[in-house]
């Protein structure tokens, strides 16, 4: 029996419905006890990601903060040491936002996932006088034409990264301090414009949705929210194609790649400073690209993760699969034929709406208003993901000083430490490594367990959770189908891989077709080289979908268990507008 995780949170009993559902995409690890102290809760207040929530529920009109519990984790929680979000509280948007009802949240977040619970509206959810501020907020969001606070949040966390002070100069206590005070003093305040720009960025896609029904247009939805560009998420991959056309241009840098990903970032550094100028070139344009970039990485938001800055061989990998990769797969390329696509269809379907003004009117500010949430969201994440990596390697530089003091097994147990327990540590370091250690062999235990997707009511005991292991999924044979929610456009057909860890991607062929447990920006550069990508979860406005727009690849998610489903190497056909996965050949 593997006990339960060290760190949850208490869970709201009068919004009682959680789910997996979107936050396991952004947590899909258990919550480590440094990052549950700034996300969740620090042992004596709420943490910035529940603030943040109540903040942008607040400000868009949908409740009030004295519906809300204060002492209480209502959004975001954690039990059995995964992270999950509160579905009853996103249902309440639903039903007091004017046009929408919370089928309308089920259908965004569950699809046709078995188990979910009918909504029952409770006896204070009906609130005109919200759903009046809330219709306010809306038409707000159909006028806007930018995002002046997103885009102020963007130039100070770019400046912080630029201004950030020689670690190795300060003391431990100095380090954390920093670490601890940046996401105190601005975590919330972001994860409030993330959450606020995130579910308002859904009203656009709404209005699209239902005016491509109406005129027997349903697959032009997806095309008419493609080729949006300055997408954030999608930045690093266009930079990474550069990055891949110079090596597949040089022969020196080529021999190095084909030497492997493993010591790659050194082996390029040492043929710079061994006077190959190819290599120098290039060690000074991913410099750059480390500088933007280095944020991202997988399970970025875990505080604790590697990232591309603190493994650049993670951000090689990639760059290795894409200078394989033909001149024709430039994703500027297909960005730019998305973007002219998506133009002339808005033109025709807003000419053909002729005659109902008001409609026309509405989609048109509708088609308008998606350029700017769209990308405004993932901008939005994106700072919060470049602040938490200046707090990280604050904490790296502290965590690197006690392994070679021996008080530490690792540089990243740092994140196996409270906020309140890192500063017990510098006061007396004592019996602390035993401790870390036993937390590093219990966090791998619950990450071996298969944690329920959705609960209604107290959550189930850890010790019911089985074995990942022991979940034996039937696989698919020819002719067999599998349905996900439709991401991207278009059709693919070519060799499923399954890729089960962004780390190592080397399996992946230019022209196969990626089949992925979840994507986060350590997966989408791998996008690029892929015919198509098969996502086991997902969302409309989840990560894979929005990337995959903008770079023009087919993409289905939601395709439960897909990777445990399809065969690898098995020839398949991607429907990117129906949702479909065919096999054809084993």
């Known amino acids: 029996m593997v006990a339960d995780w060290m760190v949850s949170t208490a869970l709201s009993e009068r919004f009682s419905f959680y789910t997996r559902a979107n936050v396991g995409e952004v947590f899909p690890d258990p919550v480590a006890p440094m990052t549950f102290s700034f996300g969740f809760h620090d042992g004596e207040k709420l943490g910035g990601s529940e603030i943040g929530f109540r903040r942008a529920y607040e400000r868009i009109g949908v ?13 975001l929680g954690v039990t059995g040491g995964y992270a999950y979000l509160n579905a009853s509280a ?30 029952v509206p409770g006896p204070d959810d009906d609130r005109p006088d919200l759903t009046a501020r809330i219709g306010e907020t809306f038409g707000w969001v159909l006028t806007a034409d930018g995002l002046p606070d997103v885009a102020r949040d963007e130039a100070m966390l770019n400046q912080l990264r630029l201004d950030r002070p020689d670690l190795s100069a300060l003391s431990d206590r100095e380090l954390v301090d920093r670490g601890w005070k940046l996401l105190d003093d601005h975590f919330a305040d972001l994860f409030t414009q993330h959450i606020f720009i995130s579910f308002l960025a859904t009203l656009p896609i709404g209005i699209i949705t239902a005016v491509c029904d109406a005129v027997g247009q349903p697959t032009s939805t997806l ?21 891949g056309r110079t090596v597949a241009a040089s022969g020196s840098l080529s021999g190095l790649f084909d030497g492997g990903n493993a010591g790659l970032d050194a082996r390029i550094r040492a043929a710079a400073d061994g006077g190959d100028a190819d290599a120098a070139g290039f060690v000074e344009a991913f410099d750059a690209f480390l500088v933007s970039y ?26 290795d699969r894409m200078r394989l990769s033909a001149a024709e797969q430039a994703p500027q390329l297909n960005n730019t034929a998305r973007a002219e696509e998506r133009q002339a269809l808005g033109s025709a379907i807003t000419a053909a709406l002729a005659a109902d003004p008001e409609t026309q009117g509405q989609f048109a500010a509708a088609l308008s208003s998606a350029t700017v949430f769209m990308p405004g969201r993932e901008r939005t994440k994106t700072n919060c993901i470049k602040l938490i990596q200046e707090t990280r390697m604050c904490m790296r530089e502290w965590g690197r ?31 602390w490594l035993d401790t870390v250690l036993a937390r590093e062999v219990h966090y791998g235990q619950v990450a071996e367990l298969q944690e329920p997707f959705l609960f209604d009511g107290p959550p189930p005991s850890i010790d019911t959770y089985p074995r990942r292991d022991a979940v034996v999924i039937e696989g698919l044979t020819v002719g067999d189908e599998l349905m996900g929610m439709p991401g991207c456009p278009g059709k693919a057909t070519g060799r499923a891989r399954v890729i089960l860890d962004s780390h190592d991607p080397t399996d992946l062929d230019p022209g196969d077709i990626l089949v992925a447990p979840i994507t986060d920006p350590s997966w989408t550069p791998l996008f690029v080289p892929a015919s198509a990508v098969v996502v086991d979860v997902g969302a409309p406005l989840s990560h894979a979908i929005i ?40």
């Not at 039903?95 to 929408?100: E, V």
């Not at 997988?298 to 990232?307: F, I, K, L, T, Y």
């Not at 990777?563 to 991607?574: D, F």
Request: aromatic share 6%; hydrophobic share 40%; charged share 25%.
């Open 294 to 319: 280095g944020a991202r990485g997988p399970n970025e938001w875990e505080a604790r993760s590697p990232v591309w800055e603190t493994h650049p061989d993670l951000a090689l990998a990639a760059v």
């Open 401 to 431: 000083r006690q392994v070679a003091a021996g008080t530490l097994p690792n540089i990243e147990a740092f994140g196996m430490l409270t906020k309140a327990e890192q500063y017990e540590f510098m006061d007396d370091p004592t019996g």
């Open 90 to 119: 996103l249902r309440l948007l639903g039903h007091r936002a004017p046009g929408m009802t919370a089928q309308d949240i089920d259908d965004s977040f569950f699809g046709d996932a078995p188990g979910v619970p009918e909504f």
């Open 547 to 586: 990337v995959s727009r903008e770079l023009g690849i087919p993409c289905v998610v939601s395709a439960t268990d897909a990777t445990k489903r399809i065969p690898n190497g098995a020839l398949i056909e991607v429907d990117g507008d129906t949702g479909t996965i065919r096999i054809l050949e084993e």
């Open 223 to 243: 095309k008419l929210l493609a080729g949006l560009g300055d997408v954030e998420s999608a930045a690093p991959s266009m930079a990474m194609w550069e990055l």
């Open 63 to 75: 409740m009030e903060a004295s519906e809300l519990p204060a002492d209480e984790n209502v959004f």
